[in-house]
C-alpha cells in the first residue's frame, strides 16, 4: 500500500511543481480592468480582469465587462494593478472590440508589463490540463490573482438548439443569426470577475483562451435554474485575430 502511495505521489507530483513554477510569471501580466472617478466612494471601481500580451501595452478582456464611462463626471477606464494594501490606476484606452467573441483590446502608455504568450498552434485537446489566474472576487478582499486548475472538458458550439421557442430571447436570436464558432468548455469553478482572465497551459504558461463567465453562461445555460459549475473561455485564435486588426488599422 505504501508503494502504491508513493507511486502515485511520484505521478501527480510534476503536474503541480509545474504549475507552481508558472504562477509567478503568470501573475505579473495580470490586471484588473476597472474605472477611475476621483469624485465617487471608492474612486476605483472594478470591473473584471484583464492581461497583457503583445508588447506589453495591449490589454486583453471581455467586451460585455466595459462600462458606459460618466464622460461629464471625467470617469476614466484603465487598469488596476495592486501594490501592497494600495491600488495603481493606469488610464487605457479602447482599441478595438470584438462583439461577437466578446472580446476587446485596451491599450497603455508608459512602462510596458510582462506580456503573455499566445498559443499559435491551435493544438488543444479535450482532457488537456489547464489553469487561469484572476479576480474571482474583484477587490472584496483586496486585488490579489487568484489561480485554478481546470481540464478542457470539451470544444463545444457556443449555441445549443433552443428546445422551444419561449425560450429564445432577443440575444439568443441575434446568436444563432451568427456565424457558429466553437468555445472551451472548462471544469474549473470560475466567478463572474474571472471574466477576462488567461486561461494558460500549466507548465508552458502559453494562453489557449479568455475566460468569459457572462455572456457565454447565458448562451449556453439559459434554460437552467440552477448555475453549474462549468466555465467557459473564448479560444485565443479570436485575440490574436483582434490584434491583427488593430496592427492592420482596421
Do not use: C, W
Not at 501592497?84 to 484606452?93: C, I, V
Not at 470584438?98 to 472580446?103: A, I, P, Q, V, Y
Not at 438548439?161 to 446568436?175: E, H, K, M, T, V
Not at 466555465?231 to 485564435?237: G, T
Request: neutral net charge; without cysteine.
Amino acid at each position: 500500500m505504501i508503494g502504491f502511495l508513493a507511486a502515485m505521489l511520484a505521478f501527480v507530483s510534476p503536474a503541480y511543481a509545474e504549475l507552481k513554477e508558472t504562477i509567478p510569471t503568470i501573475k505579473p501580466s495580470v490586471v484588473g480592468i476597472g474605472t477611475l472617478l476621483r469624485t465617487r466612494s471608492p474612486a476605483i471601481v472594478f470591473v473584471a480582469t484583464g492581461f497583457a500580451v503583445g508588447d506589453g501595452l495591449s490589454i486583453v478582456t471581455n467586451a460585455h465587462a466595459l462600462p458606459n464611462l460618466d464622460v461629464e463626471k471625467m470617469e476614466t477606464l484603465g487598469i488596476v494593478i495592486g501594490a501592497g494594501e494600495k491600488l495603481d490606476f493606469r488610464p487605457a484606452t479602447v482599441a478595438a472590440i470584438d462583439r461577437e467573441h466578446d472580446l476587446a483590446h485596451l491599450r497603455l502608455t508608459g512602462t510596458p508589463l510582462p506580456p503573455l504568450r499566445l498559443d499559435n498552434s491551435g493544438n488543444v485537446t479535450e482532457g488537456q490540463s489547464l489553469a487561469f489566474t484572476g479576480f474571482p472576487l474583484g477587490m472584496n478582499l483586496g486585488l490579489t490573482p487568484v489561480t485554478h486548475r481546470a481540464m478542457l472538458s470539451a470544444i463545444t458550439p457556443i449555441v445549443l438548439p433552443s428546445l422551444s421557442s419561449r425560450r429564445l430571447d432577443s440575444r439568443a436570436i441575434s446568436q444563432l443569426q451568427r456565424r457558429p464558432f466553437q468555445i472551451l468548455q472548462l471544469d474549473g469553478t470560475a466567478y463572474p470577475g474571472n471574466s477576462g482572465s488567461p486561461v494558460y497551459d500549466p507548465d508552458s504558461g502559453i494562453v489557449h483562451g479568455v475566460l468569459n463567465m457572462t455572456f457565454l453562461k447565458n448562451q449556453k445555460e439559459n434554460a437552467i435554474s440552477q448555475p453549474s459549475g462549468i466555465s467557459y473561455a473564448i479560444p485565443v485564435r479570436y485575440v490574436r485575430e483582434l490584434l491583427q486588426e488593430k496592427a492592420a488599422g482596421k
